[in-house]
């Protein structure tokens, strides 16, 4: 990575509508609006070697870890400032061209694919880091900048960015998904760890969404707007996020527990008991036996909790006798403990490797990676009826996830080329959502609407809300050439 010096709940009864029902209906295909000849012309002189046509750029381009099929750009550019991707806006609105941005390409709900053609803008090659305000705790980078490669910068300076959602994401990427992770029971989201923002508009204009302090008053506040947006109101250039101290010491623990529900309420009870858990992550049985043969594990196929507590070392102490003793309550077995960074990174590796251990269980499938998030204290009765769905069902689907924040996802792996396999897989995943409303909670905790979820927007927030986001669509982007068919559809 280069480095940059420089100063600077729910109104619908969804308990009346059929659990069976058919899955909730996404954007109608339109038509596609690709470039013309002298468009492609220009962007070729203009970018040479960054621009390209190719068959095997463009398909990667096309292709997310979703179980969509490949939907191909028309030529991809791969900018490196801020002034280009706006001269690329620019040149596409002339034409009503789409404009899509690509990041680390590991998004799940089809966000990236070029449902309408158009031109892909690639951010990878805007990787620099651009400021570290120590003082401040806060980072300013380029939006191509993966969480990894922020982190690894910072070593040495007793900071740590702690947005980790299993892929090394990139920063703008995570901010246009409101992406969170493993970290979020103690430090929050994206959007709590976002400051200011750089975005290029639909028109080509560049914006600052707000200043370099860590609080203001001073009107609407845009950078949350634009935070979760997935690039259809603006595509987001650099971004200043919040940085935190390491901890004085850092204790993880791994547990297994009888069932789902002992190890959920495990940690339902310990947060409710006060505790400040740094993390908090469960496997059921199935991910720790995809784990033990993708790793060659020998780990004990049972619901699983991962945990990290931190702080000072009385403070860690205290916690974890607490957790230790909710966790025999609950029939939990004996704790593996490490302090050591290596000897925590061993015992979190399992949980880092779950969702590619999860897909060898079926080779050559896709999955269906659902995003259930509900209030934590019905998290329990929401997994508890979905693992019966499951068994149900003979669905094949590793159930784990951030379950200190109620946040947990299915792994509904399918074969593509079955029909009755995908439509039960989608089924399934309708049912969870509808589910999840039921109980308060939302069809998307992390991953976003993209293509899959926009049908379910409507059911979760009423249709003055949908309607006011079609609202801020038109006003942002009235061309609808930002990322279209994604999150909202405009008439």
């Known amino acids: 990575m280069q480095i940059i010096e420089h100063a600077e709940p729910s109104t619908v009864d969804t308990q009346a509508t059929s659990a069976e029902a058919a899955p909730a209906a996404e954007a109608a295909p339109r038509a596609r609006r690709s470039p013309s000849p002298a468009l492609l012309a220009h962007l070729q002189h203009t970018f040479g070697a960054r621009f390209s046509r190719s068959a095997a750029v463009l398909l990667q381009h096309g292709t997310d870890e979703s179980a969509y099929a490949p939907v191909p750009p028309d030529a991809v550019v791969f900018v490196a400032s801020t002034e280009e991707v706006a001269l ?13 941005a690509f990041g680390a390409g590991s998004s799940i709900e089809g966000h990236l694919l070029a449902v309408q053609g158009g031109i892909c803008i690639d951010f990878t090659q805007m990787n620099a880091l651009l400021a570290v305000r120590a003082e401040d705790m806060t980072a300013t980078v380029q939006a191509g900048v993966t969480r990894n490669q922020l982190n690894a910068a910072l070593v040495g300076s ?41 975005v ?16 203001s008053s001073a009107g609407y506040n845009l950078t949350q707007l634009f935070c979760g947006s997935e690039g259809t109101l603006g595509l987001i250039t650099e971004a200043t996020v919040k940085l935190h101290p390491h901890p004085e010491v850092t204790a993880a623990a791994v547990v297994s527990f009888p069932t789902v529900r002992a190890a959920v309420d495990c940690v339902i009870q310990s947060i409710q008991s006060g505790v400040s858990l740094a993390r908090a992550e469960m496997l059921d049985a199935l991910t720790i036996r995809a784990i033990n043969a993708h790793n060659s594990l020998a780990l004990a196929e049972l619901p699983t909790l991962f945990l990290e507590f931190s702080g000072g070392q009385a403070q860690v102490d205290e916690q974890a006798a607490l957790v230790r003793q909710i966790a025999d309550e609950c029939g939990g077995g004996a704790f593996q403990w490490a302090t050591r960074q290596e000897e925590r990174s061993r015992l979190w590796t399992p949980r880092h490797h779950a969702y590619f251990a999860s897909l060898q269980l079926k080779p050559g499938s896709r999955c269906f990676t659902t995003d259930a998030c509900v209030p934590i204290s019905v998290l329990s009765d929401c997994i508890q009826e979905t693992l019966a769905d499951i068994d149900e069902h003979a669905i094949l689907a590793p159930v784990f996830g951030h379950v200190g924040d109620g946040n947990f996802h299915c792994l509904v792996l399918v074969d593509p080329n079955n029909a009755d396999e995908v439509n039960a897989g989608e089924a399934f995943s309708h049912r969870l959502v509808r589910r999840a409303l039921r109980y308060g909670g939302t069809s998307t905790g992390e991953h976003g609407v993209g293509l899959h979820k926009i049908g379910y927007l409507l059911e979760e927030h009423g249709e003055t809300a949908v309607a006011l986001m079609r609202t801020i669509k038109r006003a942002f982007d009235p061309l609808d050439i930002l990322n279209p068919g994604k999150v909202v559809t405009l008439d």
């Open 158 to 198: 007793g900071l740590f960015f702690s947005v980790d959602p299993g892929a090394d994401a990139t920063v703008g990427g995570m901010i246009a998904t409101g992406a969170s992770g493993t970290n979020t029971v103690r430090y929050g989201t994206m959007r709590d760890n976002v400051l200011n923002l750089t």
């Open 88 to 100: 690329v806006v620019k040149a596409c609105a002339a034409e009503r061209v789409p404009v899509i």
């Open 200 to 215: 290029v508009t639909a028109t080509g204009e560049v914006l600052k969404t707000a200043s370099e302090a860590r609080k």
